[in-house]
């Protein structure tokens, strides 16, 4: 078993060492994605103090085994919780470490219906509102949000969309290198909030106004190939291919592990989906990580 003492600098990377940092808004999906990465075989750690996240971290890394791969979920209802998450991540890393920060967050309206539905007060109410003990998280989070690596909106997903989101991003066998969400969405509907290019396919034609393909979508052959036999398209996907492509190696250095891409028509359900899955095609094709997502497919 390897030993140091204080002050010492572990070396993670060599001994395998992953560490995930899970925190969010309540009633956003901590839970889930805490049963998600034990699926993928994390050693979950719920409830944890804050303060005591660099004593757990190096206590993975002296246990070996399968506590090499730890994930820490922080709830603001410990009455050990800090705002300063960021100076305890930093703290992680200048022991060595390279922790993975993920905000788990959901629309104030879908957070509302998720309480009342199981008849719970939010942990912040007091005396007052649901809405109000919302509002005061959110601003307890704040910090923790701007400084997360990922942020999992699950405002649209149901529990095993969620599930198999963070399987994705977690359950790969090399979960350091930049991974790429490409995801479809419908612009009725809102802009993804966790999107780090938004992308407009809304110049094609539509396909909802063609009778026979109006019904179908964008997995589907023939919507497919009339979305990408029209002028401009594959010129579309080839350029923002190229773009990412170019910029990923970059992304990779600044130490950004998720990227998501959004694709937006009006629906979400013809143009969108087929161009996310023909981009994802072209960036598997450059070896960099894809994966597609199609937040609004099925909602009309």
Known sequence: MPEFGPGDVVDPDEAGTDLVVVTGLSGGGRSTVARALENVGFYVVDNLPQALMLEMAELAFAAGGAA???AMVLDVRS???STDLAGAVRALKERGFSPRV???DADDEVLIRRFESVRRS?????????ADGIAAERKLLAEAREHADVIIDTSHLNVNQLRRRVEE???GEDARKLRIT???FGFKYGLPPDADYVLDARFLPNPFWVPELREHTGLEEGVSSYVLGQEGATDFVATYAGLIAATAPGFEREGKRYLTVAIGCTGGKHRSVAITEELTS???GMRLSAHASHRDLGRE
Not at 122 to 130: I, M
Request: net charge positive.
């Open 182 to 184: 490409v995801l479809s």
């Open 68 to 70: 090499r791969r730890t």
């Open 169 to 171: 991003l977690f359950g």
């Open 122 to 130: 939010h942990p912040l109410q007091g005396d007052g509102r649901l």
């Open 79 to 81: 009455r050990a919780f």
């Open 282 to 284: 072209r960036l598997s």
């Open 102 to 104: 993920v905000f788990v």
